[in-house]
């Protein structure tokens, strides 16, 4: 099989545009239309921002997490790709993200002993079959050699944070984690797994449960956010 695969390598297609390409998961071209966050960033959540330090909603509200790093700007594009991801089986694109993810940190001075994805409730993940923050979480463990631990369960199975406002976000998740291994956690530094910055209400929670059961700080990293999310 292996020599089979030398002589007629298999194909693969751009996860955006289809072409045909040698390897990796996007052609160039594509590639170069990634929303990446390059520019100024808030220093907190990591949203892009034109000018200062903070984003509004930094200088206004602290957040419980020390500092999220994010890599693409949240917008059609990316919307299209985390939702094929997360809800149409698409598994393999947790290598895709993660490949960029682990470069933006490396990139920055984070150090943690920890890696934890934030996880779903029973009955999402059973709807789902798996859990994008997990998939996410194990790519990471690999590339950085740290380990993975799923110290936290949801033990309420919350409403969609879709269509709330920040307010409704923090109020919905109220009591949703808790921390069921707390010895995987104490006097750990966390690095802290989701899909998507939007308030960070999600990510605030579990290190709030984090911190509480020992935990000396909790970093968060995620795909993507934006200005307006």
């Known amino acids: 099989m292996i020599f089979l695969d030398l002589l007629f390598p298999p194909k693969i297609n751009c996860i955006l545009c289809g072409k045909i390409i040698k390897d990796g998961s996007v052609c160039e071209d594509c590639e170069n239309k990634l929303p ?28 419980i997490f020390k500092r999220n790093v994010s890599v693409f700007e949240y917008d059609d594009m990316m919307k299209s790709l985390i939702a094929r991801f997360k809800y149409y089986k698409e598994r393999q ?102 899909d998507i910055l939007t308030t960070g209400s999600t990510l605030d929670e579990c290190a709030k449960v984090l911190i509480e059961s020992g935990a000396i700080c909790v970093y968060t990293a995620t795909i993507a956010t934006g200005r307006n999310v």
């Open 93 to 194: 694109l947790s290598e895709f993200f993660a490949k960029y993810m682990h470069k933006y940190l490396l990139n920055t001075d984070i150090k943690f002993d920890v890696i934890v994805p934030v996880p779903l409730h029973k009955t999402k993940l059973d709807e789902r079959g798996y859990n994008q923050a997990e998939l996410l979480a194990r790519e990471l463990s690999y590339r950085f050699d740290i380990i993975l631990s799923k110290p936290i369960r949801r033990i309420k199975n919350t409403r969609s944070q879709t269509a709330l406002n920040k307010e409704e976000r923090a109020k919905n998740l109220k009591g949703a984690f808790k921390v069921v291994y707390s010895e995987m956690v104490k006097n750990k530094t966390i690095l802290l797994i989701d």
């Open 36 to 63: 990446f966050i390059t520019g100024n960033r808030c220093i907190v959540c990591g949203k892009p921002i034109e000018l200062g330090e903070k984003c509004p909603d930094c200088k206004e509200n602290d957040h």
